[in-house]
Nanobody
Framework: QAQLVESGGGLVQTGGSLRLSCAASDRTFSMYAMGWFRQAPGKEREFVAAIDWWGLKPSYVDSVKGRFIISRDNANITIFLHMISLKPEDTGVYYC????????????????WGQGTQVTVSS
């Protein structure tokens, strides 16, 4: 069964940076839109960023624009989330997701999910 495996989470101080990675087990995902969601304690999971299979026109939630960059390496079926200027409100479990449908990324369900990686930003 196709899998998505996240890595790169951890504990950082406010203003720090992290790079999350999501590796897909199936080469089919190189043709899929892929994205990142996060869930803070006591809150619903929210969209963070996503990118189409050709790597153009990434989309971000307003709160991370200018601080996070999503990218993908289709040769290695991996996506990344580069996060800088981290804030305590960025704390949460970050999930990788994939689907065959493209944008708009906040509409329509995502079909595949990873198990998540914890990001904690201390104040």
């Amino acid at each position: 069964q196709a899998q998505l495996v996240e890595s790169g989470g951890g504990l950082v101080q406010t203003g720090g940076s992290l790079r999350l990675s999501c590796a897909a087990s199936d080469r089919t995902f190189s043709m899929y839109a892929m994205g990142w969601f996060r869930q803070a304690p006591g809150k619903e999971r929210e969209f963070v960023a996503a990118i189409d299979w050709w790597g153009l026109k990434p989309s971000y939630v307003d709160s991370v624009k200018g601080r996070f960059i999503i990218s993908r390496d289709n040769a290695n079926i991996t996506i990344f989330l580069h996060m800088i200027s981290l804030k305590p409100e960025d704390t949460g479990v970050y999930y990788c997701a994939a689907r065959s449908r493209g944008a708009p990324f906040t509409e329509y369900p995502w079909d595949y999910w990873g198990q998540g990686t914890q990001v904690t930003v201390s104040s």
